[in-house]
């Protein structure tokens, strides 16, 4: 049976699916949605086909992009459209189910009911510091909507507990803005940590958004429900599966 994490600020059907109720198996068990990943592709279309189902639309009309952690955004117009390399998408088109893959990265939906215009972004560290949140609500203006009529929410990602990062990481940030050093704590052996989701968080409220949160899911603190790339890694395993986000009017 699939598990789908909701919000009750977003009024539209969407979900963050976890790992739960997937055909996949191995290091992938579950509902491994990424097409890029080492899985059986055969499998890889079951899930997604279990993620259109869920979502009330033919399989064709669960869009996606070639994430590229850029800040590009995509405008979505019809179902079937070609993936393009971007790590954004935005329509007014009922029927259409945007999707983002995510793997300890920023899986965020956006809405703005009144205009009927949704969004969905992929903000790993790199997106989200490039601007692609600012990006995902421009787009939406662009297609009527208004950047505090737009509730956004983060979905499952790694948490600050678990995201140890490097002093070139941190500099990085603080030559940016100084201000940014609230999101780091002091680590083990001269490292840091990192709250990418207070981050993300901290982007969608300077870029006017009515009403942003995060679901509080931490990707890799919990591996019986979520993907982690980083965890992935820790234990040397060859590869890892993608969570889904889905959003649709």
Same mark, same amino acid.
């Given at each position: ?32 949605? +990424?097409? %890029? ?13 279990? #993620? ?16 590229? /952690? ?24 009922? +029927?259409?189910? $945007?999707?983002? $893959? ?5 899986? #965020? ?17 790199? +997106?989200?510091?490039? %601007?692609? $949140?600012?990006?995902?609500?421009? *787009? ?24 140890? #990062? ?14 940014? *050093?609230?999101?780091?704590?002091? +680590? ?18 300077? *870029?006017?958004? %009515? ?22 890694? /820790?234990? %040397? ?13």
């Amino acid at each position: 049976m699939l598990e789908i994490i909701t919000s009750d600020a977003i009024p539209f059907r969407h979900g963050f699916f976890t790992r739960k109720g997937g055909a996949s198996s191995g290091v992938f068990a579950g509902l491994n949605c +990424g097409s %890029g990943s080492s899985d059986q592709a055969e499998i890889v279309a079951i899930n997604r086909g279990r #993620v259109a189902e869920a979502m009330g639309v033919a399989p064709d009309a669960l869009a996606a992009v070639h994430q590229v /952690h850029s800040a590009d955004v995509v405008t979505i117009t019809a179902p079937g459209e070609a993936r393009p390399r971007a790590d954004g998408l935005v329509t007014r088109q009922p +029927g259409i189910a $945007l999707s983002i $893959l995510t793997a300890d990265c920023q899986p #965020v939906l956006f809405a703005d009911p009144e205009a009927g215009v949704i969004g969905a972004a992929h903000a790993g560290w790199r +997106g989200a510091f490039d %601007g692609v $949140l600012e990006a995902t609500v421009s *787009a939406m203006a662009g297609l009527g909507a208004r950047p505090d009529r737009i509730c956004a929410v983060i979905g499952p990602c790694i948490s600050q507990a678990a995201y140890e #990062v490097s002093e070139e990481f941190l500099q990085t940030f603080l030559t940016e803005d100084p201000q940014n *050093a609230r999101f780091f704590a002091n +680590g083990r052996a001269g490292r840091y940590q990192f709250d990418l989701p207070s981050y993300g968080l901290y982007r969608l409220r300077e *870029a006017g958004v %009515g009403e942003a949160s995060w679901t509080g899911h931490c990707t890799y603190a919990d591996p019986a429900r979520f993907f982690s790339y980083r965890r992935t890694t /820790h234990a %040397g395993e060859a590869d890892y599966g993608r969570l889904i986000a889905t959003i649709r009017l």
